[in-house]
């Protein structure tokens, strides 16, 4: 049986299997030659000294014990050809894993992706940076893999108290990932290499007799007798069944208009609204490991901050070391930012969304749209960023101090948003209360973290869709609709996830729950 041992050592000597073997061998008490694997587990930076340090828990495996390299393996899915067949809407993380699962509960998932697969979105990509087109079905956040795939691929989750994360991560593994992230205390694929993984499981998908298909935008939801019945698309024809999960993700305004203008219920939601903030990565490394220079064994630094400002949570939200910022629209006449990073984080920049919590009384003067209030709240302020700056994809822009002092910034530089920016006071574009309260924000978060508060970081509003602006209530038991039986509200848009894992997870469980109903 191998020895389960924690110990912290310094970057250089968990970047090299050699060294870690030797430190190992003295904490065992034994040469190094006796040695046979040391096989981390989890591993954490600590920098909290001026030393910085890795946490790490390994497996000890003496020569002689049984060692064998692990493999993971995928779940035997079965064939699904004939079976029982469910309607999965959206191929994001929830509708993916929905379908994984179904299949191995020996279920037909017909999934349905209003936008194009992995690889057709890029050319839908490419017209948003440089020629400004917006596609409503094919963009950051419509298409195969939803709206993570070209987001970065985080997988950090707090969400352990809603399911298995071990066994998300584990199936990622098996369909293609490094196992690295099953080691890393903030595991990320990285949209370099999420893109393969996605396609790899839509093709399993399809081989075990599940249907996946693009371009299949839903317009409305058949119901007879409070009971789903199917869905009918854009092109005019429907698909039936009895079985839906709605896994439409957070941006999907299409879908809450018609489940308020069909009178199914939906609740308005809070949600936090802010900027993206962009720093020079070198600087970010500097304020979190007190140095001068990284060095080659750190990975480019992350933070987290979190403020109590005005009687509200102000905090950074899908922080992206070594990143890019992305535009995000979903429709013509909006603009709208997020983060990604590639695998390696290995960009000069460092960004982070900063945002502020809402509360539903903050929608009062969009009263009138019901539920959709705070969606509608959320639009306006994306529409207005749009006409100040420009009315293309460029968004705007200020600099952090500058912002602070009402200041129009004399000049921006170039950031890594590609579609460009535009010299904005921001507070044109948020209402007063958010204003104020980022203004006076960012000069506590200056005070928390020494260099931070400068005015060569960049803010580009708006960061707008941190969750959805709409719950979608199902029963706690069932995870059935309360009004409409067969209908099974699912993910982020429907208000139970925020990111991948938790997505994944949640897809799962609707999955489970169609099962044991039948």
């Known amino acids: 049986m191998p020895r389960e041992f924690q110990f912290q050592v310094s970057p250089e000597v968990a970047a090299n299997e050699v060294l870690l073997t030797q430190h ?36 000890v495996f003496l020569v002689g014990e049984n060692f064998v390299e692990s493999k993971m393996e995928l779940p035997n899915y079965p064939n699904v050809t004939n079976q029982q067949e469910v309607i999965v809407v959206g191929a994001g993380p929830a509708g993916l894993f929905a379908a994984l699962q179904l299949i191995e509960l020996g279920l037909k998932p017909i999934v349905l992706e209003r936008g194009k697969d992995v690889r057709g979105r890029r050319r839908d990509l490419k017209a948003i940076n440089v020629d400004h087109i917006v596609n409503e079905d094919s963009n950051y956040c419509f298409g195969e893999g939803g709206a993570g795939t070209y987001s970065d691929g985080k997988l950090y989750t707090r969400s352990k108290k809603r399911g298995d994360v071990d066994r998300i991560l584990q199936l990622l593994v ?51 007798n409070n009971e789903v019945d199917g869905v009918v698309l854009q092109d005019g024809s429907t698909i039936n069944a009895n079985k839906l999960i709605l896994a439409t993700g957070h941006s999907a305004r299409d879908i809450f208009e018609l489940l308020d203008r069909k009178d199914i219920f939906i609740e308005a939601k809070p949600f936090a609204l ?20 990284r060095g080659d064994y750190l990975p480019p630094a992350p933070y987290s901050i979190v403020k109590q400002v005005n009687g509200r949570g102000m905090y950074s939200f899908c922080m992206c070391p070594g990143g890019v910022i992305a535009p995000c629209a979903t429709a013509p006449g909006e603009v709208v930012t997020n983060g990604w990073s590639p ?59 500058d912002f602070t002092q009402k200041k129009i910034s004399s000049n921006i530089p170039k950031t890594s948003y590609v579609p460009g920016t535009t010299s904005v006071e921001l507070g044109a574009i948020f209402p007063d209360f958010l204003t104020n309260t980022m203004r006076e924000g960012f000069v506590q978060f200056g005070k928390s973290m020494n260099g931070y508060f400068t005015n060569d970081a960049i803010l580009h509003a708006p960061e707008s869709r941190t969750s959805s602006s709409v719950r979608i209530p199902r029963d706690a038991i069932s995870l059935e609709h309360v009004q409409i039986k067969g209908l099974y509200p699912c993910g982020e848009g429907a208000g139970y996830a925020g990111g991948i894992i938790s997505a994944a997870i949640d897809g799962e469980k609707c999955a489970l729950k169609i099962k044991e109903s039948l």
């Open 274 to 293: 802010g900027v993206r903030a962009e720093h020079p990565q070198e600087l970010i490394d500097r304020i979190q490991y007190s140095c001068d220079f």
């Open 174 to 224: 098996g369909f293609g990932a490094s196992d690295e992230i099953l080691v890393e205390a903030h595991p990320h694929i990285g949209t370099n290499k999420l893109p393969q993984i996605i396609q790899d499981i839509r093709e399993k998908i399809i081989a075990c007799g599940g249907e996946v298909l693009f371009e299949k935008r839903v317009t409305d939801i058949l119901i007879k």
């Open 24 to 59: 190992v061998a003295k904490l065992v008490q034994v040469s190094p030659k006796e040695i046979q694997k040391v096989v981390v587990v989890k591993r954490s930076i600590d920098a909290r000294q001026k030393s910085i340090k890795f946490n790490i828990k390994a497996n």
């Open 343 to 401: 695998s390696k984080r290995d960009q000069a920049t460092a960004n982070s969304g900063i945002v502020v919590e809402l509360r539903l009384e903050d929608f009062k003067p969009f009263a009138k749209f019901g539920a959709l209030a705070g969606m509608e709240f959320q639009k306006a302020i994306e529409q207005k960023a749009w006409q100040v700056a420009g009315e293309t994809q460029k968004v705007p822009a200020q600099r952090m101090i």
